[in-house]
C-alpha cells in the first residue's frame, strides 16, 4: 500500500479530481468575465468575490462540476459501474437543485423582502431582509452542463 504522502500526490492528480476542479475554475472565470464586460462589477472585492464564492448566473459552475465527474467517470469506469451511477444520482440531485429549489428560494426571498420593505416604510413591521439565494435558469445550468460534458472529455484523455 502507498504511502499518506504518495496518495494525496496521487489524490491532486488524479484526472477526474482535476477536471472537477478545472471545470468549476472556468464555469466561475467565464461567469466573472461577463459580468465583468458588461460592467456589473464595480470593485475588486466584487471582483474576487463572484471569481470564488457567489453563486447563480451564466454558466452554473455546479452544474458543470457534476457534468465533468460523471463524464470522466463514465469514460474511465464505464456507465455500468457502481461509481458512474452514484455520480450520476449525485449529477440529477445538484441539477434539480441548482434549477428549481435554489431558483424557487431566490424567487421568493426577492418578493418577501419587497413586501417586508414596504411593510417596514409604512411602520407596520421592523423588517430585517432575508438572503436572497441564487439559483439558475435552466440556460445556465445547460451550459453548465455543456461546458462541463466537454471539460470531462478533455480529461478523459489523460
Request: with cysteine.
Amino acid at each position: 500500500m502507498a504511502s499518506t504522502k504518495e496518495q494525496i500526490r496521487l489524490f491532486f492528480s488524479n484526472p477526474v479530481f482535476l477536471s472537477c476542479v478545472f471545470s468549476w475554475f472556468c464555469a466561475q472565470l467565464i461567469k466573472t468575465l461577463i459580468k465583468l464586460f458588461s460592467g456589473k462589477i464595480h470593485s475588486i472585492k466584487e471582483l474576487f468575490e463572484l471569481m470564488f464564492w457567489r453563486t447563480g448566473s451564466m454558466p452554473s459552475s455546479h452544474s458543470a462540476l457534476v457534468s465533468t465527474l460523471c463524464t470522466t467517470i463514465a469514460f474511465r469506469s464505464g456507465i455500468n459501474s457502481d461509481v458512474f451511477i452514484l455520480s450520476l444520482g449525485v449529477f440529477f440531485i445538484t441539477i434539480r437543485d441548482a434549477v428549481g429549489v435554489r431558483r424557487a428560494n431566490g424567487i421568493q426571498a426577492k418578493e418577501l423582502n419587497r413586501i417586508g420593505r414596504i411593510l417596514k416604510e409604512k411602520g407596520i413591521l421592523d423588517f430585517k431582509a432575508v438572503k436572497e439565494v441564487q439559483g439558475h435558469t435552466p440556460a445556465e445550468v445547460a451550459i453548465g452542463c455543456l461546458l462541463g460534458f466537454f471539460i470531462g472529455i478533455a480529461f478523459s484523455e489523460l
